[in-house]
């Protein structure tokens, strides 16, 4: 039984790695830096923009405020990120098609808690925080992968000018 859930808990760090979260950027002289869909990690000892993201849920729908939060090519955010319903949540950073294979995962894996440079699971009435410098341009967004709650609206857009 146990080499069973072993086996699963391989099954799915192979699945992460496959669902195109990071891979490694051989574009800065080889120096192999990790790079994520929406940019990569801030560095928390340089300055940053507050960005405060409320999670909650009622009346059948789930949400983010805001949802919607522009930020310029290279900028450094401070996401601080409260769950403020009575449910778990989650934060999870990357372009949409990653997010819609990742959400795909966590259909087979609705017990996965995120804490990762672009994502983090929350329980009811918690705070947590992300770095994250945008590198690119483009549409991004902000989702809760926990199954049943992307459905019910909680998602979100970031626009990288």
């Not at 072993?6 to 950027?25: E, F, H, Q």
């Not at 989650?90 to 994502?119: G, I, R, Y």
Request: one cysteine or more.
């Amino acid at each position: 039984m146990r080499s069973k859930a072993i086996a699963a808990g391989v099954a799915v760090l192979v699945a992460l790695g496959a669902a195109g979260a990071a891979r490694a950027d051989s574009g800065h002289g080889g120096q192999g830096h990790v790079q994520f869909s929406a940019g990569m990690p801030g560095d928390p000892k340089k300055p940053a923009r507050l960005v405060e993201v409320t999670m909650r849920e009622g009346d059948g729908t789930m949400e983010y405020v805001p949802n919607r939060i522009e930020v310029k090519r290279n900028e450094q955010i401070r996401f601080v990120l409260k769950n403020a319903g009575e449910l778990a949540h989650e934060f999870v950073l990357a372009s949409a098609a990653d997010n819609a294979k990742h959400a795909a995962l966590m259909q087979k894996f609705p017990d996965m808690e995120h804490d990762d440079p672009n994502s983090k699971t929350l329980p009811s009435k918690a705070g947590g925080e992300i770095v994250w410098r945008f590198t690119k341009t483009g549409e991004f967004e902000f989702a809760c992968l926990i199954p049943g709650h992307r459905e019910a609206g909680m998602i979100g857009k970031i626009i990288v000018k």
